[in-house]
C-alpha cells in the first residue's frame, strides 16, 4: 500500500534558515518559487542572465543570481529546467557546488534514473514532483489548497533528506492534498510510459485517427473535429471529476452501450500489447538513449513530427471551431 504524507506528516522549520536555489524559472519553476517564498521559506533564483526569465523573476521581486552564484548559496538546489538541459548545466554551474551535506531536489526523475547526472554521495538526492501543471499548482496555492505530489528519496547522506523533501512538498501546498512515497526509477518509467501510451501519445493519435475515420466515411471535417476532439475534453472533464463510472453514468445509455461495447473492440489486446513493447523500451533504457542522441542532434526528428502535426487537417479545422467558441483568439 502506497505511504501518502500530509501536513501533519511534514514540518516547514526544517527548511528554516536555509536557502532554496531554484534553477529555472519556467512554468513550474516560477509556480514552487512563489509558493516557497509565500510559506516563509528563503527562495532565490539561479538563472542564466541573459536569458528572459531574468527579468521577469527580478520584476516578481526574487533575488536572482546566475547559477553557479545561486547554487553555491543554496542548501537546497532545485533542478527545474528542461530534462535535456540539465545535465550540462549540472556539469557546468552545479557540480562544484555540492558541497557535503546539500540537497540536490527534482520534480522529474529523469537524469538521476538513467545516469546522466551522477551526484556525489555526500549530498542528499531527493525528488518532489507535483502531479500538475505549474499553472495549478500556483493556482492552488492561492486558493489556500494544494495539488497531490510524489517523493522520492534517492541519497539520504544527511538521514534527513524525506524531512527535506516534505518540507520542500509543504511548502509548495502539496501536503495538503497528499503526497505518494515512491522512487526515481517509478516515477521516471511511469511517467514516461504513461505520456508515450496514453497522455500524449495515445490521445493524439486516438483523436487524429477517429477524426481521419470520420472524414474518410464522408462526414464533414467540423462535425468530425466536434465528435473526435471537441467533446473529448467534456468526457475527460467528467472522468477528472467522477472518475469512470461517474462519465458513463452522466452520458446518455446510447453512448453507455456504444461505448462499452464497441470501445474493448477498438482499443484491444494488440493495442495493449504495443503499450507494452513501448513500456519495455522506456525501462531497458532504450528510449532514454534515442531522446537523448535525437536532442543532442538538434532534434530534427522532432521538429519533423511537430510539423506533421501541426499541418494535420484537425488542425486546421480545430483552429476554426475555436474561434467560433471563443476558446482562440
Sequence with gaps: MVKIYYDSDADLSVLSGKTVAIVGYGIQ???????????????????RPEGKSWKLAKDAGFDVFPISEATKAGDLIIMLIPDMAQPEVYQTHIKENLTEGKALGFSHGFNIHFKTIVPPKNVDVIMIA????????????????????????EQDYTRN???????????????????????????????????QTVLVGGLIELIKTGFEVLVEEGYQPELAYFEACNEAKLIMDLIFTSGITGMLKGVSTTANYGGVSVGPKVIDKQVKERMKQAAKRVKSGEFAEEWIAES??????????????????????????????????
Excluded: C
Design 296 to 329: 543532442k542532434s538538434g532534434g530534427k526528428k522532432l521538429k519533423q513530427l511537430l510539423k506533421e502535426n501541426e499541418e494535420h487537417q484537425i488542425e486546421k479545422v480545430g483552429k476554426i471551431i475555436r474561434k467560433m467558441a471563443g476558446i482562440e483568439a
Design 161 to 195: 533528506a524525506k524531512d527535506i523533501a516534505l518540507a520542500w512538498a509543504k511548502g509548495i501546498g502539496s501536503t495538503v492534498a497528499g503526497v505518494l512515497e515512491t522512487s526515481f526509477k517509478e516515477e521516471t518509467e511511469s511517467d514516461l510510459i504513461g505520456e
Design 29 to 47: 519553476g516560477s509556480a514552487q518559487a512563489k509558493n516557497l517564498r509565500d510559506s516563509g521559506v528563503k527562495v532565490i533564483l539561479g538563472l
Design 130 to 153: 507535483p502531479k500538475s501543471p505549474g499553472k495549478r499548482l500556483r493556482q492552488m496555492y492561492v486558493d489556500g489548497s494544494g495539488v497531490p505530489a510524489l517523493l522520492a528519496v
